[in-house]
Structures are given as C-alpha cells and as structure tokens.
Antibody, heavy 121, light 108 residues
C-alpha cells in the first residue's frame, strides 16, 4: 500500500523559509521510473505544480518559482524535502506531495492528504 | 511554457447526463495528458493518464480521448459521487508540468 504524508509548519511569517517534508511508504525512490513531486493549491484556486525529483536525483522546478525552490531526497528515510525561500502571503496554500510514475505517462497516481500553510505576520 | 486551457470552467448537469470537458494545450503534447478529480478538502485523484488510459479502480463511465493539443474527458452517465472539480495536466514538458484551471461540475 502506497501512502504519502506531508509535514511542516502551518504558519510562517513573510520572508521566512518554508521547509516541508513528504514521508512515504510502499515504494522506494531508488526504483527506476519513480519520482516524488510537490503541488500546491491556494484556497479556492487551481492546482499549481512546483517541483519533482526522480529516482536518479534529476530535479525539475516550476519556471515561475525556480529561484525560490529546492527539492532533495533521503532515500534511506523515504523522505522528500521541499524548501521555499522568501515566503509571501500569496504563497498561502495547501501543499501536496505525490508519487509520479513514468510508466503511467508521468502522472501522479498517489497523493498525500495535503498540508495547509498560511503565510502571515 | 505550455499552457493548458480547460472549458467550461463550470458546468451544471443532472444525474444520468453525459458530460464532456475539454482541455487544450498551447502546443502539441502528444498523449502526455492526465485527468484528475478533486472533491472539496481532498487530494486530487488520478482518473486517466496517457490521454485515454483508465487508472485502475476508476469506473468505466469515465473515458478520455485526444492527442496533440485537444483532449476530452467524458463521463457517460453522471453519478452523484461525480460532482467535483476536474483538472487536466500535461507532462510533455520535462521543464514545467502544468495543470488546467479546473472545471467545477455541479448538480443542476
């Protein structure tokens, strides 16, 4: 059974750095063809893709946010970490992590429940 | 960057209706197109990948078609549990995946 769960602060102040951790089970990120990504959703708005990291450590970032994002993995801990610098109230969103499978046309087949992050002073 | 445009942005329909949602890419994405269903307060759920392949466990009333720039998601006979928001997503650009803006399907 594949599960993913996001963890991190629920409230951050403007200009601070956000660090989110995705802890997963049921698969290994050392397995060829797999990746874990981050997607966010502002309240009442659409999904926005942020980044993902592949089993071979290839990393891809949203062109809009690339300068602020870093994604890393710890295969031994089954974790993927996303950091976002210089947080702004516009970054208030629910942040999801999800498993991507290249064999399923690079789709996100399994998702975490999401974690709401509010940016406010 | 590849832009994804869904239409309509919202749709009212009745149980038993046949519904079609479209998604258009700003450039060709072959069949690297997925559809997701999202209910309020929940994570998205993958329905279709590769433009037309039904994800395991998804009811057969859902179907997808298209290639290149134009894609459709069809629900053949709406059920009460299908009222939700639907998103398309392209995965053709390894640099930047993008979602459509969503289609909210409401009960008439």
């Amino acid at each position: 059974q594949i599960t993913l769960k996001e963890s991190g602060p629920t409230l951050v102040k403007p200009t601070q750095t956000l660090t989110l951790t995705c802890t997963f089970s049921g698969f290994s990120l050392s397995s060829s063809g797999l990746a874990v990504g981050w997607i966010r959703q502002p309240p009442g708005k659409a999904l926005e893709w942020l980044a993902h990291i592949y089993w071979n450590d290839d990393k891809y970032y949203s062109s809009f946010l690339k300068s602020r994002l870093t994604i890393t993995k710890d295969t031994s801990k089954n974790q993927v970490v996303l950091t976002m610098t210089n947080m702004d109230p516009a970054d208030t969103s629910t942040y999801f992590c999800a498993q991507l499978t290249t064999s399923a046309s690079y789709s996100y087949g399994f998702w975490g429940q999401g974690t709401l992050v509010t940016v406010s002073s | 960057d590849i832009q994804m445009t869904q239409s309509p942005s919202s749709l009212s329909a009745s149980v038993g209706d046949r519904v079609t949602i479209t998604c258009r890419a700003s450039q060709s994405i072959s069949t690297l197109l997925s559809w997701y269903q999202q209910k309020p307060g929940k994570a998205p759920n993958l329905l279709i990948y590769g433009a037309s392949t039904l994800q395991s466990g998804v009811p057969s009333r859902f179907s997808g078609s298209g290639s290149g720039t134009d894609f459709t998601l069809t629900i053949s006979s709406l059920q009460p549990e299908d009222f939700a928001t639907y998103y398309c997503q392209q995965s053709a650009s390894s640099v930047m995946y993008t979602f459509g803006q969503g289609t909210k399907l409401e009960i008439k």
